[in-house]
């Protein structure tokens, strides 16, 4: 049994010991009662400790995956299927519903994988937070957010070329609680707005739980089709945009220069309110123009967010605006929540503050890089089409050129990988074979496997 583990990660080796024995048990499919190989045998052929074979099974008992007997070693649950039935899965956005198994590859989701989170430096700055900081401990932070922080999202925002002062930016729990502030605040029920499709699932979501009707504009590579947009604000005359500018999800698209400047034009035309979600920013390190960065006004709104690079634990999130905007939203913010965690926001302050968050962002972009061109050529080499090629972010849009959705996702359940879901980035639910692909689980040896497989099932020519 090769359970390889992978001793540079930053996942402890007893939980990569966990994910690798459950991963085992469902890509071949052990039945209940089946007596697992010994301990020492586990141990020998792995180099590893007698002792993490040994707490990994445990923590696999605990969750009823595993059963033990005395003087007979560990033997698969007879009730294992039920167990995980019971348990209370993880959530991640735009993935399709998980099995009950632990050690899935979610390899459609949203966010980065927990062993390419960095534990030393967070954990530095909580406690200076703790040893320096009491207000950050037990105080509400201010309405507009703490003035730290805003000072350091201030000089982030100078070099994305979007000048604006402190009193525009105002801080919030993720850039989902931006989002809801905007629409719950600047928008009302029966109100038309255009959307990207395809486009960010939760944001399709928000927008249906506060009554506004969504209109869908198809995203190219290069942005939003402009020629259909410009029909759209002539026949529905909607009272906002949403737009992803960087890093599009699910597409991995960006903005040109040409349709920023055009999208910009058209909506101003048109008097609509553009929205522009820039979450990714911080992966971003090229050229490129930002909606804001042409002028923040009356007109432009822009959302950013450090959950996605830093922790999606710890949410920190931002809206640039206009002063009225601002204004407005704070005052619904401290109404509907009594502010953002100043803790968090201290927190990030001090990693911003110390440098340590560039140079963690960095290490992230290297790898990110390195991942996507590994996974772009898996996806040639299984001859899958792709949407554009990033240039970077998290994500690939692609699918299988010979199988539809059905099949590939059969393949997938195999070999235990997570696929994203067929409905979740259509405004209207609509179905496709289209699959987002997160790069950082894309070269993971189970998404190989699997890709490599789709190609095997492809028609043979005669």
């Known amino acids: 049994m090769e359970l390889r583990i992978d001793r540079q990660a930053l996942v402890p080796v007893v939980q990569q010991i966990v994910d690798a024995l459950a991963d085992w048990l469902r890509r071949d499919e052990v039945s209940p009662g089946t007596r697992l190989p010994s301990v020492r045998q586990i141990a020998r052929i792995n180099l590893l400790s007698q002792s993490s074979v040994i707490e990994a099974c445990e923590r696999l008992v605990a969750q009823g995956v595993l059963a033990t007997r005395n003087g007979a070693g560990f033997f698969v649950a007879a009730t294992v299927l039920a167990v995980q039935g019971q348990r209370d899965l993880s959530w991640s956005e735009g993935v399709e519903q998980q099995s009950g198994l632990v050690g899935e590859l979610k390899l459609g989701c949203g966010g980065l994988p927990e062993s390419w989170r960095e534990t030393d430096d967070l954990s530095y700055a909580i406690r200076q937070v703790c040893r320096t900081d009491m207000a950050g401990l037990f105080n509400y932070s201010t309405p507009l957010g703490l003035p730290a922080l805003r000072q350091q999202i201030l000089k982030r925002l100078k070099q994305l070329c979007i000048e604006v002062d402190e009193s525009r ?64 604000l002539l026949k529905y005359k909607p009272r906002g945009l949403f737009i992803n500018s960087f890093y599009h999800n699910p597409t991995g698209s960006s903005l040109t220069t040409g349709v920023a400047q055009q999208v910009l034009q058209l909506a101003k035309n048109h008097g609509a ?128 050129r010979k199988s539809d959705y059905a099949q590939v996702r059969t393949q997938a359940r195999r070999f235990g990988v997570l696929l994203s879901c067929a409905t979740a980035f259509s405004p209207t639910g609509q179905a496709h074979d289209w699959q987002r692909i997160n790069v950082a689980y894309a070269c993971d040896p189970r998404a190989r496997a699997f890709f490599q497989a789709t190609a095997r099932d492809r028609p043979q020519a005669f």
């Open 169 to 232: 930016i105002l801080t919030t729990a993720g850039a989902s609680h931006g989002l809801d502030l905007i629409v719950r605040t600047l928008f009302k029920p029966g109100d038309c707005v255009v959307v990207e499709s395809p486009g960010y699932s939760m944001l399709f979501d928000l927008l249906r739980l506060h009554g506004v009707s969504m209109i869908e504009v198809p995203r190219t590579p290069r942005g939003p089709d402009t020629d259909a947009l410009e029909a759209l």
């Open 273 to 400: 309110l553009v929205i522009e979600d820039d979450v990714y920013a911080d992966f971003h390190s090229g050229p490129g123009t930002r909606l804001a960065a042409l002028g923040i006004d009356d007109n432009v709104i822009y959302v950013g967010s450090y959950s996605k690079t830093l922790s999606s634990s710890l949410r920190v999130g931002f809206v640039v605006a206009s002063t009225d905007v601002i204004s407005r939203l704070a005052q619904v913010k401290m109404i509907s929540s009594m502010g953002a965690s100043r803790f968090s926001e201290s927190v990030l302050a001090c990693l911003l503050a110390s440098g340590a968050y560039r140079k963690l962002v960095l290490r992230q972009r290297q790898r990110l890089s390195i991942g996507r061109e590994a996974a772009l050529q898996v996806l040639e080499d299984a001859e899958w089409e792709v949407f554009g090629k990033p240039a970077g972010g998290l994500f690939i849009w692609a699918r299988s």
